[in-house]
């Protein structure tokens, strides 16, 4: 065994930390917190712990992507709900939003292991309670992060579809042809994952300066050169463009646009057995990547409303994303607004790149407790690359094969990859809940380095509120009256993949998968 390295004061710094913080370790072990708190929930440290907090912070920052999320998106919102319900819901979104992670980030400080939230449950929950919520959220988790992949790649491939359309008149919009776009990029992201895992912290800090030198080159095009609407306009005009008679339940029904934008501050958990000081990490990335996002993605949204010209044109627009058709007719250069939406593109991919990483961590952590099928192969971490390779490779299967569903029917494709959304706000919920019982009940919680103290339970209770809407709306078609193929079968997804879980858990999983809390108790 090699000796422990010792860090300077730079070194520290360098990683987010103080040279009075934790004793370092080693690169691998991390500080003596960090070897405290995988011992003492029984897990191996498998790992490099090569994250500092500027670079997770880049990581967690460019997964959420919360203003190139609403530009890729906003089309949906503006529908229902117009410029003023999206304005008035985003800030709703971000205030409510920011309490789930705050919620989220005291949990990640009492127990930062790579499973999230399937972990906490099983430590949080009710004893009778714990093996079962576990592995339901864990097979929840597990649905929502693989199809996060999958979405991130179709955006990104898609949105080139769009430029080629804004460029080349001749071009004929084949469903194939961004299939095949989103197969080349998932390879791609399959690439950085595998073969240059060790330098992704790297690549995430200089994505960070992406994400925010690229959201200055679009913001002021915009300011400079595109048009001004009416201030009473934006801010008052509700749209009810889905046909529900009722102003107020058609915004409600566009809060998928920004809590879709909002979701993943969870996907530095996930990574934080590779974080070093991880339990006091966490907390202050999954607080401040909540601000700065948020903030981010309130002046873009509010400058777009504004820039937007004449709504049914740019929502008619044959590249398919209105942002693109809203940079042509500010800059009046295809030029121009090309480079500008490849700023998008660099960062859907980007996006692509942090989901895999985070997808196939979550896969590795649920196998590794044994609730999934194949478990040992999925659980296994190669000595080469020292990450979980197999988990890797199953998330690139499972993202070509989605991908194949957009040669069928778009529609199909977005709405079964819109479970994610649903997926991810159930796992939130869930744990969230157990916490409040726990404190509702006067039990004892976990230390940590982050507590919400008195604030706790209201906090907590605002966000099961948020979240109980938030979810139901998520399964809300886009109209009121919709037809097969506008229909938000996602429900019907969900409900699915439920009922796989729940005929795995049966037949097998319930024989087999204890919870991560039994391992925890065993190492005491």
């Given at each position: 065994m090699s000796k422990p390295t010792e860090l300077t004061t730079l070194d520290h710094e360098a990683y987010g930390e103080s040279a009075s913080d934790e004793v370092v370790l080693g690169e691998k072990q991390g500080t003596s917190k960090d070897v405290e708190d995988m011992r003492r929930m029984g897990k191996e440290q498998l790992f490099k712990r090569n994250f500092g907090f500027l670079s997770i912070f880049g990581f967690a920052m460019i997964l959420m992507n919360t203003w190139q999320a609403l530009l890729g998106t906003v089309a949906f919102g503006l529908g229902n709900g117009g410029t003023a319900g999206l304005i008035y819901l985003y800030i709703i979104v971000v205030v409510f939003f920011?309490?789930?992670?705050?919620?989220?980030?005291?949990?990640?400080?009492?127990?930062?292991?790579?499973?999230?939230?399937?972990?906490?449950?099983?430590?949080?929950?009710?004893?009778?309670?714990?093996?079962?919520?576990?592995?339901?959220?864990?097979?929840?988790?597990?649905?929502?992060?693989?199809?996060?992949?999958?979405?991130?790649?179709?955006?990104?491939?898609?949105?080139?579809?769009?430029?080629?359309?804004?460029?080349?008149?001749?071009?004929?919009?084949?469903?194939?042809?961004?299939?095949?776009?989103?197969?080349?990029?998932?390879?791609?992201?399959?690439?950085?994952?595998?073969?240059?895992?060790?330098?992704?912290?790297?690549?995430?800090?200089?994505?960070?300066?992406?994400?925010?030198?690229?959201?200055?080159?679009?913001?002021?095009?915009?300011?400079?050169?595109?048009?001004?609407?009416?201030?009473?306009?934006?801010?008052?005009?509700?749209?009810?463009?889905?046909?529900?008679?009722?102003?107020?339940?058609?915004?409600?029904?566009?809060?998928?646009?920004?809590?879709?934008?909002?979701?993943g501050a969870d996907a530095?958990?996930?990574?934080?057995?590779?974080?070093?000081?991880?339990?006091?990490?966490?907390?202050?990335?999954?607080?401040?990547?909540?601000?700065?996002?948020?903030?981010?993605?309130?002046?873009?949204?509010?400058?777009?409303?504004?820039?937007?010209?004449?709504?049914?044109?740019?929502?008619?627009?044959?590249?398919?994303?209105?942002?693109?058709?809203?940079?042509?007719?500010?800059?009046?250069?295809?030029?121009?607004?090309?480079?500008?939406?490849?700023?998008?593109?660099?960062?859907?991919?980007?996006?692509?790149?942090?989901?895999?990483?985070?997808?196939?961590?979550?896969?590795?952590?649920?196998a590794r407790d044994k609730g999934l099928p194949f478990h040992t192969w999925f659980a296994k971490v190669g000595t080469r690359f020292e990450i979980p390779l197999n988990a890797v490779y199953f998330t690139v299967a499972f993202s070509v094969l989605f991908s194949l569903v957009n040669i069928g029917s778009t529609v199909a494709f977005n709405q079964i990859l819109s479970l994610g959304l649903a997926a991810l706000l159930s796992s939130y919920l869930i744990s969230i809940v157990c916490v409040a019982l726990r404190r509702i009940r006067n039990q004892p919680l976990l230390d940590r380095a982050f507590n919400l103290g008195r604030l706790g339970l209201p906090v907590n209770l605002a966000s099961i509120a948020f979240l109980l809407l938030a979810l139901v709306m998520s399964f809300f078609p886009g109209a009121a009256n919709p037809t097969t193929e506008t229909m938000n079968w996602s429900c019907l997804a969900y409900g699915g993949t439920l009922l796989i879980g729940a005929f795995y858990y049966v037949f097998w999983a319930r024989h087999h998968y204890v919870g991560p809390v039994e391992y925890v108790r065993k190492s005491a």
């Open positions: 920011f309490f789930v992670n705050i919620s989220m980030a005291e949990m990640a400080s009492m127990a930062p292991t790579a499973g999230g939230q399937y972990h906490w449950i099983s430590e949080f929950a009710p004893r009778s309670q714990q093996k079962l919520l576990s592995f339901v959220v864990g097979w929840l988790c597990t649905l929502g992060w693989q199809s996060g992949v999958s979405i991130g790649c179709f955006l990104a491939a898609t949105e080139i579809q769009g430029l080629i359309v804004l460029n080349h008149d001749s071009y004929v919009y084949e469903r194939w042809h961004g299939t095949l776009l989103t197969i080349a990029i998932v390879l791609f992201v399959a690439f950085f994952n595998t073969f240059l895992a060790k330098h992704l912290p790297l690549v995430e800090g200089l994505v960070l300066c992406l994400h925010i030198g690229g959201f200055v080159c679009i913001l002021v095009p915009l300011w400079v050169l595109g048009p001004r609407g009416n201030s009473h306009e934006i801010w008052t005009a509700f749209e009810d463009g889905g046909g529900w008679n009722s102003a107020g339940l058609a915004t409600l029904v566009g809060i998928v646009t920004p809590a879709a934008a909002f979701l530095a958990v996930h990574m934080a057995e590779e974080l070093r000081n991880a339990s006091k990490t966490l907390p202050k990335v999954m607080m401040w990547t909540s601000i700065v996002n948020g903030a981010l993605g309130f002046v873009m949204l509010v400058t777009f409303c504004y820039t937007l010209g004449d709504l049914d044109s740019v929502l008619g627009t044959p590249t398919g994303y209105p942002f693109i058709q809203v940079f042509y007719n500010a800059t009046g250069s295809k030029g121009g607004a090309t480079a500008m939406s490849c700023i998008l593109v660099i960062s859907a991919i980007a996006n692509g790149m942090t989901n895999m990483a985070t997808a196939s961590r979550q896969l590795f952590a649920f």
